[in-house]
């Protein structure tokens, strides 16, 4: 943690970035002056160990941590959908496990955490064309009949009346997010972890 004057930063090490988006927005609203710096790492252990060696103030881990030096709480569900074009067959179903678009091409946001490993594990056939920048990502989502993700999280952030959500069946393609913190971390820390208690 960084203080200025009254002003404090906390350092966040996150799995995906949703979860930093939504804790940001609680933090902003519930502790005026308190603002949150953060990376998403795709590496689980990696996130951890920020939080161990307090290289991070806070964690958002995909798995809760029940060790007696830390507090963990559960604090959102995020799910991952096939973002397909109304005119593909895939958006007239009702559910689609990733095994049977194996070997499609997919657009996706470089910046997604370990839902990038995710889904490359799960189909390793796939073209998968990663893009940096939102924007580009959002209009190439637009203007082309290629397969996208997206969640319940993101997808108001570029919404097309073009394309329909289709939910994934694959249990990875639901992640339940833990905010995780060292219990003798500054009060700052522990009063964050306490909101997303409540």
Not at 28 to 48: A, H, K, N, W, Y
């Amino acid at each position: 943690m960084r203080q200025t004057g009254s002003s404090k930063t906390l350092n966040v090490a996150s799995v995906a970035p949703a979860p930093v988006w939504r804790l940001a927005s609680r933090v902003t609203e519930r502790f005026p002056g308190t603002m949150l710096t953060s990376e998403t790492i795709d590496d689980e252990q990696e996130v951890e160990r920020r939080l161990f060696d307090r290289s991070a103030d806070l964690a958002i881990t995909r798995r809760p941590i029940g060790l007696p030096n830390v507090a963990c709480v559960p604090f959102m569900v995020e799910n991952l959908f096939i973002y397909a074009p109304a005119t593909d067959s895939i958006a007239q179903q009702t559910s689609v496990r990733l095994a049977d678009l194996d070997g499609r091409a997919f657009l996706m946001n470089a910046d997604v955490g370990f839902w990038g490993d995710m889904t490359r594990a799960a189909l390793p056939n796939a073209r998968i064309i990663m893009q940096q920048d939102s924007n580009v990502l959002a209009q190439l989502i637009r203007t082309s009949d290629v397969l996208g993700f997206v969640t319940d999280v993101s997808e108001f952030n570029h919404p097309d009346e073009n394309r329909v959500r289709v939910p994934i069946q694959d249990a990875d393609a639901h992640a339940t997010f833990y905010v995780v913190a060292m219990i003798d971390a500054p009060q700052a820390v522990l009063d964050i972890v306490e909101a997303v208690r409540r």
